[in-house]
């Protein structure tokens, strides 16, 4: 398997304070995989890097180019969806509006997409004209996958999917970036705080402890982890 | 796909209703009313219709220039206080153009294309420096923008009236009793047209939904690879040329003066405040209802003279700022976190 994006020592600071000291990581194409950590780690920070939201040192590697350090919306047309923090939903917008925002980057028709896309989110087509911001949590959480889908990335940056949300709603979020990741090749990069659920996702984890990796490995072998089990997985 | 995805559709489905956030009722009505006012006046009075006629032509100039500074309140945050100067300044533009011998409509494009440059440059060189600072920063830039206009205008051209070739002539039409002046007809022609082309604009091309999310929540859209710093100062762009249309269609009825654009922008304020400062079509009705406002009460209430037409704008600005500071067609915020 070829690496897909491969972070090569990346610092980050915001103003005086650093986040990242130095982060490596490795995501090859096809996997899913987990960042993991406490609160103020870095875990968003490091996608922050990537997607050039943040200032930062080091070398990123996309498809092996190096990611410049031009905005977000070059990493976007470089085939990187990032769903940050709150989701990025257009509240102000339709649902539909929304979509069409995903697919901005693109050309040509988006009809077959659409069409997939409503395959794994069957209630979004009849509430298209519906204001996003008036949208559940859940639901907006689904709109960035679907919006995100849109985008057609090769790699996709999910910040905390689980975030507020029911832990039902939780399981239904996975199990769609699951089925994205199985039936179209999806690489994903998720950041999340509930390890447990992350795990059983992911099949490589990287832990962050203080802007550094602290660990790394197939997610079976952190599952197994004493340090991790009673930090992170609280048994 | 996923029974609870669908259950949840359903269950959203009974409440849609209860979170629509469109024209509240009371606004309706009362729009609907001024409607049905007008059109019996017009019906019933010769002179009602005239000045009806008139002062809608009246009103779609500030509706222009207000959707200016709606454009740009949406963007930036700020009220661009140099929005009537860059109308004037490129009101200029078109007479010396129209000096070299070049035709009017000629003339009107090109001023249009040469005002969308100038916004953009603006925006490039004076706002986008300051924008991240704070938005009092950006007003005072505005202010000196004013200034800077004004100075260079007077400059070049001098402060003494100039006049410019009539675009739609003086010829009067008869309707019945009722006359209508061919410049008024042109004015609303115009002006309403260019605010129809803005709206399909951003309502149905890639680009205007663009300029929209840059507008509305720009780290979100450089996230979806929209090129957020191009779209402001489109942004910019395009409220500088709707201020080019509301100069060029200002000028036939007022001459050219430095000063000239400067009331017309304090009605285009009333007006952006009456309609909702956030609300593009309430910019729109906001400057008919007030064009119309002001020649009817200038017509049929005695002591308002021309010179109590302004305050009597800032008394519209004060009572809706107290009423319902939302304005008429302003939305109300509504979120879901």
């Keep these: 398997m070829a690496a897909l994006l491969e972070l090569e020592d990346v ?43 943040v200032r930062r040192e080091g070398a990123i590697r996309f498809a092996g180019n190096s990611v410049g350090r031009g905005g977000p919306d070059d990493v976007a047309r470089l085939g990187i969806a990032h769903v940050p923090e709150g989701r990025g939903t257009f509240a102000e917008l339709s649902v539909w509006e929304n979509l069409r925002l995903g697919a901005y980057t693109r050309r040509g028709a988006t009809k077959d997409d659409l069409a997939r896309m409503s395959a794994y989110f069957p209630w979004i087509e009849e509430r298209r004209n519906q204001q996003a911001g008036t949208l559940s949590g859940g639901e907006q959480q689904m709109l960035a996958l679907a919006r995100a889908f849109m985008q057609r990335p090769r790699l996709l940056l999910l910040d905390e999917p689980s975030l507020g949300l029911a832990p039902r709603l939780v399981t239904e979020i996975f199990r769609i970036v699951k089925d994205l990741n199985e039936t179209e090749g999806l690489t994903v990069l998720v950041v999340e705080q509930n390890a447990h659920i992350a795990l059983q996702l992911a099949q490589t984890a990287y832990v962050l402890e203080v802007g550094r990796v602290a660990l790394s490995g197939p997610s079976a072998e952190l599952q197994a982890h004493e340090s991790i089990r009673r930090s992170y997985l609280g048994y | 796909m996923s029974e609870l995805a669908r259950k949840l559709g359903a269950v959203r489905q009974t409440r ?69 100067e860059l109308a004037m300044a490129t009101t200029y533009v078109a007479y010396q153009l129209l000096q070299w011998g070049v035709p009017y409509w000629v003339t009107f494009f090109l001023t249009l294309v040469i005002a969308f440059v100038l916004g953009v440059v603006i925006q490039l060189v004076f706002i986008r420096p300051v924008q991240h600072r704070s938005v009092i920063a950006v007003v005072i830039v505005t202010v000196g923008l004013f200034i800077l206009i004004d100075g260079l205008v007077t400059w070049k051209w001098g402060a003494d009236l100039k006049f410019m070739e009539a675009p739609f002539g003086n010829t009067v039409y008869h309707v019945g009793q009722v006359a209508f002046s061919r410049n008024d007809l042109g004015v609303l022609l115009v002006s309403i047209l260019s605010v129809v082309l803005l709206w399909v604009l951003f309502q149905f091309t890639k680009l205007g939904l663009a300029m929209r999310a840059a507008a509305l929540r720009p780290a979100a859209a450089s996230l979806v690879g929209v090129r957020v710093n191009w779209m402001l100062a489109m942004g910019w762009g395009l409220a500088a040329v709707l201020g080019a249309v509301a100069g060029l269609m200002t000028e036939p009825t007022q001459f050219l003066q430095p000063t000239m654009m400067q009331p017309i922008l304090l009605y285009a304020f009333a007006a952006a405040v009456l309609g909702g400062l956030e609300s593009p079509a309430g910019a729109v009705v906001g400057g008919l209802m007030l064009g119309v406002f002001l020649n009817l009460l200038g017509q049929y209430v005695g002591f308002a003279t021309s010179e109590l037409r302004l305050p009597i ?19 109300r915020q509504v979120r879901r976190v």
């Design chain 1, 11 to 53: 610092r980050a600071r915001y103003g005086p304070v650093q986040a990242l000291h130095g982060v490596s990581l490795t995501v090859d194409e096809g996997q899913i995989v987990a960042v993991l950590g406490a609160n103020g780690a870095g875990k968003t920070t490091t996608l922050r890097a990537i997607s050039n939201t």
């Design chain 2, 16 to 84: 849609r209703s209860t979170v629509s956030t469109g024209v509240s009722l009371p606004v309706l009505a009362l729009l609907a009313g001024v409607a049905v006012f007008l059109l019996v006046g017009c019906f019933t009075s010769t002179i009602f219709a005239q000045q009806t006629v008139a002062g809608l032509a009246q009103g779609a100039i500030f509706a222009s220039l207000a959707l200016a500074l709606v454009l740009i309140y949406r963007a930036t945050e700020v009220i661009n206080f140099a929005q009537g």
């Design chain 2, 313 to 331: 704008a800032f008394g519209v600005l004060l009572l809706v700022l107290l009423v319902k500071p939302n304005g008429l067609l302003g939305r």
